[in-house]
T-cell receptor, first 114, second 115 residues
Framework: DTGVSQNPRHKITKRGQNVTFRCDPI?????LYWYRQTLGQGPEFLTY????????KSRLLSDRFSAERPKGSFSTLEIQRTEQGDSAMYLC????????????FGPGTRLTVT | DQQVKQNSPSLSVQEGRISILNCDYT??????FLWYKKYPAEGPTFLIS?????DKNEDGRFTVFLNKSAKHLSLHIVPSQPGDSAVYFC??????????????FGKGTKLSVKP
């Protein structure tokens, strides 16, 4: 299967700990996006990469959050000093550089901060 | 402020009947719209899209209608099947990244199709 994969699928952590999530996009896709989804809401944009360059970050991405895509392939999203408000589903999506607006989503990582 | 609004949190229909899911938007600069379907424990899956130069796009049982003057679009599913039970999100490309930036999603409508 060559879809978008995310690891881990679930993460439970204590407040104040750091967590890191990984996303492997569809191999030929140049663009990679991170979204966050909380209960009763649609996915909300966090940041995106074109190849290894991080081109945009939303206001939701506080300085405790950092994302990387070092070789233009997989990406990591790190949250430092987690807070209970960080509990959410973190979704990764990818899309080809040229073409339609469609983005292809992974299954997400569900983070629970206790 | 929500630029993409789905005002019905849930919808229940009988198998074989039509399901109509609605979406309103406030930004007149939006020129493309997408519908995604999401099952529990899975990521959203692209369903169908429409460009603002069209007022209708059809793909099998799924049809999306766009009314630009009303800033309204709707997704019709005919006939509805129990496997269509999922959360449906309306989305539009946002301001980041030019022509292929982020997507702005509505809050979703949970569709339940009863056998």
């Amino acid at each position: 299967d060559t879809g978008v994969s995310q690891n881990p699928r679930h993460k439970i952590t204590k407040r104040g700990q750091n967590v890191t999530f990984r996303c492997d996009p569809i191999s030929e896709h140049n663009r990679l996006y991170w979204y966050r989804q909380t209960l009763g809401q649609g996915p909300e944009f966090l940041t995106y990469f074109q190849n290894e360059a991080q081109l945009e970050k939303s206001r939701l991405l506080s300085d405790r959050f950092s994302a990387e895509r070092p070789k233009g392939s997989f990406s990591t999203l790190e949250i430092q000093r987690t807070e209970q408000g960080d509990s959410a589903m973190y979704l990764c999506a990818s899309s080809p550089l040229a073409g339609s607006y469609e983005q292809y989503f992974g299954p997400g990582t569900r983070l629970t901060v206790t | 402020d929500q630029q993409v609004k789905q005002n019905s949190p849930s919808l229940s229909v009988q198998e074989g009947r039509i399901s109509i899911l609605n979406c309103d938007y406030t930004n007149s600069m939006f020129d493309y719209f997408l519908w995604y379907k999401k099952y529990p424990a899975e990521g959203p899956t692209f369903l169908i899209s429409i460009s603002s130069i069209k007022d209708k796009n059809e793909d099998g049982r799924f049809t999306v209608f766009l009314n630009k003057s009303a800033k309204h679009l709707s997704l019709h599913i005919v006939p509805s099947q129990p496997g269509d039970s999922a959360v449906y999100f309306c989305a539009a490309p946002g301001q980041y990244g030019g022509s292929q930036g982020n997507l702005i999603f509505g809050k979703g409508t949970k569709l339940s199709v009863k056998p």
